[in-house]
């Protein structure tokens, strides 16, 4: 079975063979308004907070649907349940993932630093790459680009 680019033969792979190596990421003065603006995009799903480098909260959309607008946004998100080891079997990752819903878990060490995202496919059926981010990525500039060359 083949997880984001990766062959998977009897186990032994982990959740750090198959993170996004490169989340965006938004420090711990961002506010609820500005998650919000965030969130606009529907690929987002987490909006990770940290500083220096720590992860301080996973926020998700309905963390923050009744908080004010002027609140730190990392204040309304949690870490309990929205967080995996990098070297956690990635079998165990997305079986978890599967049965609780979760598209995303953020990628912590022991010391609470953010290592990278493990992003379940729509499909459920593998994880995103980080090529395939980068794609998509270029996708939108390039579309915004077309745009802006037709007006």
């Given amino acids: 079975m083949s997880r ?17 190596h ?6 711990s003065a961002t506010t609820v308004a500005q998650a919000r603006e965030i969130f606009e995009d529907d690929h ?17 959309r309905p963390d923050i649907s009744s908080m004010s607008p002027q609140v730190p946004a990392w204040l309304s998100g949690r870490l309990q349940g929205r967080v995996v080891r990098p070297d956690a079997d990635l079998d165990v990752a997305w079986s978890v993932m599967t049965a609780n819903q979760r598209r995303r878990l953020a990628v912590i060490d022991d010391q609470g630093m953010l290592r990278g995202l493990l992003c379940l496919k729509r499909t459920g059926l593998g994880f995103c ?3 395939d981010v980068e794609a998509r990525a270029s996708e939108r500039r390039a579309n915004a680009t077309a745009l802006r060359a037709d007006r």
């Fill in 22 to 27: 490169a989340p965006k990421v938004c420090g």
């Fill in 4 to 20: 984001a680019g990766i062959q998977c033969v009897g186990g032994g792979v982990t959740v750090a063979d198959a993170m996004l």
């Fill in 44 to 60: 987002v799903h987490a909006v990770l907070v940290v500083d220096g480098g720590r992860l301080l909260a996973v926020v998700e």
């Fill in 129 to 131: 790459s980080d090529a």
